[in-house]
């Protein structure tokens, strides 16, 4: 290997273990490593991967384990351009050469950014995996590295970590607010506090960038150049997408319309009737191609039957309700759909398992949720309930639901308190929102 690699590769790992740990907000995300297995850190682009990254070293440091033991080696530098997959090999050399005494006595973590940028980089990992005493985590930006091809890529040696952008847990703690209050009782002061936080948390979103910006405009500046990325980097370039008028018609169609009835064919003919040439399979494609990328998610009927949750629509979230805002003119904003947002993406952080009911008389229930103990929820979002129509209206189609789950825990989730002096079903639980999310 040419000296100057060696070098570089030295003077990397000398600050990887020198440098101190950046502040951080810290997320609840957790890695689940076994022996032997990598961790793919995985996520839409700018969610905070690599600052997840060092806290799961930070964290190692904080029990203990010494700084020299816990390396973040990044590949996206330049020096290390024409870095062959034969030569990886050189980074475990050098850092052992230093540190002999670690060497199959204890284990060393190995945090990975940006190794796709070296072809032929998952042979050197499964090779370190089998040789050395190592807890490894991989991430990085491209479009392949995002996605769960990473751990395919891996034959099955790499299991999953997927951060997102912020829940409302992370969103208050990055403000330094209270975020235990879901355990106790407030004080009036708290409760108006949380609501002001929440209020903003539905403005700007959970992109950790997002939140620094004042003005409007900048964010939606910002918010839309994540989706053009998104969209010509992980979706165009790598899936050889050529009709890109279509593609972002369809994007900027799905970005607009969160938490509502997908139906492919339904925009077909909307985009046959507006002149743009695609073909249905490739909206299904494309659709396919942004949930890869995290841009995206939808949900299926809740139905033992797999027929009917093929030819049932799916139900579209967005993977920050900020990207919506983003992409529509303010007068078009459904509060009611953006709440469902926010409660849809925090129930996929928690479930194992998420769909949405459509009971026998014709009443619908945003989500049926199964947690990985196997215990379920159906989960009824409406942002205000203060009308009693409303509230008997949402309470009606839990209730519905509820004879047809009997072992579902039933929960209104609202931003209002339900009418004074309305009977509310013993089974139904009424959640303020904030304190759901918390």
């Keep these: 290997m040419k000296d100057r690699f060696i070098e570089t590769i030295r003077q ?5 273990i020198t440098a101190p740990f950046p502040a951080m907000v810290r997320r609840d995300a957790e890695p689940g490593l ?8 995985i996520g839409m682009r700018r969610a905070g991967k690599t600052y997840f990254l060092l806290q799961c070293l930070a964290d190692r440091h904080a029990r203990g384990i010494e700084r020299e033991r816990l390396i973040y080696f990044n590949f996206e530098d330049e020096r290390l351009g024409s870095l062959q997959a034969e030569e990886l090999g050189t980074i475990i050399e050098e850092y052992y050469r230093q540190y002999p005494r670690f060497r199959q006595q204890v284990q060393v973590t190995w945090c990975f950014d940006e190794i796709q940028l070296v072809p ?7 090779r370190v995996l089998d040789t050395e005493n190592v807890e490894l985590f991989l991430s990085g930006s491209s479009a392949r590295m995002l996605s769960r091809e990473v751990a395919t890529s891996m034959r099955g040696r790499a299991m999953e970590t997927v951060i997102t952008p912020f829940s409302f847990r992370e969103f208050l703690r990055a403000r330094d607010a209270v975020t235990g209050a879901a355990d106790r009782l407030l004080s009036g002061a708290e409760r108006s506090a949380l609501r002001a936080h929440f209020d903003s948390y539905v403005e700007t979103g959970g992109f950790p960038e997002a939140g620094a910006f004042t003005f409007v405009r900048d964010r939606v500046v910002l918010l839309q150049g994540y989706v053009d990325t998104v969209l010509f980097r992980d979706v165009a370039e790598r899936h050889q997408v050529s009709n890109l008028p279509a593609l972002r018609a369809f994007v900027r169609q799905l ?3 969160p938490a509502t009835l997908l139906s492919v064919s339904k925009l077909y003919a909307d985009f046959r009737s507006r002149g743009i040439t695609v073909s249905k399979e490739s909206l299904l494609g494309y659709l396919d191609h942004l949930e890869d990328a995290f841009l995206i998610f939808t949900i299926s009927l809740a139905d033992r039957s797999e027929r009917r949750r093929q030819v049932n629509p799916r139900k579209l979230y967005l993977s920050d309700h900020g990207l919506a805002q983003a992409f529509s003119p ?4 459904d509060r009611d759909r953006l709440i469902e947002n926010i409660v849809a993406c925090e129930l996929a952080r928690i479930s194992r398992e998420l769909a949405y009911v459509k009971t026998t008389s014709g009443f619908e229930v945003d989500f049926l949720a199964t947690d990985f103990e196997g215990r379920r929820r159906l989960v009824q979002v409406a942002a205000d309930i203060a009308s009693p129509a409303t509230c008997e209206r949402e309470i009606r189609a839990l209730t519905e639901a509820g004879r047809e789950f009997p072992d579902a825990a039933q929960v209104l989730v609202s931003e209002t308190d339900a009418p004074l002096g309305m009977a509310i079903p013993k089974a139904v639980e009424i959640v303020p929102v904030w304190r759901f999310l918390l």
Excluded: M, P, S, Y
């Excluded at 990397?12 to 990887?16: P, Q, R």
């Excluded at 032929?120 to 499964?126: A, D, H, I, L, S």
């Excluded at 303010?330 to 904003?333: H, K, N, P, Q, R």
């Design 12 to 16: 990397k790992l000398g600050d990887a």
């Design 34 to 41: 076994l022996r032997g297995k990598a961790q793919a850190v």
């Design 120 to 126: 032929g980089w998952e042979r050197f990992v499964r």
């Design 255 to 257: 970005l607009r319309n």
């Design 330 to 333: 303010v007068t078009e904003l």
